[in-house]
T-cell receptor
Framework: GENVEQHPSTLSVQEGDSAVIKCTYSDSASNYFPWYKQELGKRPQLIID?????GEKKDQRIAVTLNKTAKHFSLHITETQPEDSAVYFCAASTGGFKTIFGAGTRLFVKA | SQTIHQWPATLVQPVGSPLSLECTVE??????LYWYRQAAGRGLQLLFY??????ISSEVPQNLSASRPQDRQFILSSKKLLLSDSGFYLC????????????FGEGSRLTVL
């Protein structure tokens, strides 16, 4: 079945450094790749997404890249701040009914 | 924009007891609805999705069931809870755009003892 793998499971960085989270997906029909941020005890919320016809997208300190050939996509956070500390989920969707999530990355930003 | 109400927010239940979690959606009509479960420190596992009243698709075999008695109501149930049913249950619907974004409710935290 469809599968999304996410690495690393835990990531600790110093404030101001960059953080990179990587995901791979199995379903070549996937065409939509959202990233969600979940703060402790709260619901996941969309922070950025990318469609399969785009290789890169940036929104302030956050960027996503997509390599459809390799079925890889990544989240890049620059100039990390303590408030970036959270669990981040990648996901893949074929635009149909199902969105499949990665296992999540717990990001710690040390002040 | 849509709003998702989930209740109860927190629940502690003994093993073998029944379960009913409710989700209602406002601000959208005939939405696809989803139940996800997040076990402690784990990812989001899709349990059920529904494309309309009375239409339920199950993603994983388990002792849970779902029902959609009304267009904007989605219910997750169990007749007898297991310890492994503990987790954070999230109801979701499409975000309203054409992108495929999911919008989640606040979640229901279930602890089975």
């Amino acid at each position: 079945g469809e599968n999304v793998e996410q690495h690393p499971s835990t990531l600790s960085v110093q404030e101001g450094d960059s953080a990179v989270i990587k995901c791979t997906y199995s379903d070549s029909a996937s065409n939509y790749f959202p990233w969600y941020k979940q703060e402790l005890g709260k619901r996941p919320q969309l922070i950025i997404d990318i469609r399969s016809n785009v290789g890169e997208k940036k929104d302030q300190r956050i960027a996503v890249t997509l390599n459809k050939t390799a079925k890889h996509f990544s989240l890049h956070i620059t100039e990390t701040q303590p408030e970036d500390s959270a669990v981040y989920f990648c996901a893949a969707s074929t635009g149909g009914f199902k969105t499949i999530f990665g296992a999540g990355t717990r990001l710690f930003v040390k002040a | 924009s849509q709003t998702i109400h989930q209740w109860p927010a927190t629940l502690v239940q003994p093993v073998g007891s029944p379960l009913s979690l409710e989700c209602t959606v406002e601000g959208t009509s005939n939405p696809n609805l989803y139940w996800y479960r997040q076990a402690a420190g784990r990812g989001l596992q899709l349990l059920f999705y529904s494309v309309g009243i009375g239409q339920i698709s199950s993603e994983v075999p388990q002792n849970l069931s779902a029902s959609r008695p009304q267009d904007r109501q989605f219910i997750l149930s169990s007749k007898k809870l297991l310890l492994s049913d503990s987790g954070f249950y999230l109801c979701a619907c499409p975000g309203g755009g054409a992108t495929g974004e999911l919008f989640f409710g606040e979640g229901s935290r279930l602890t089975v003892l």
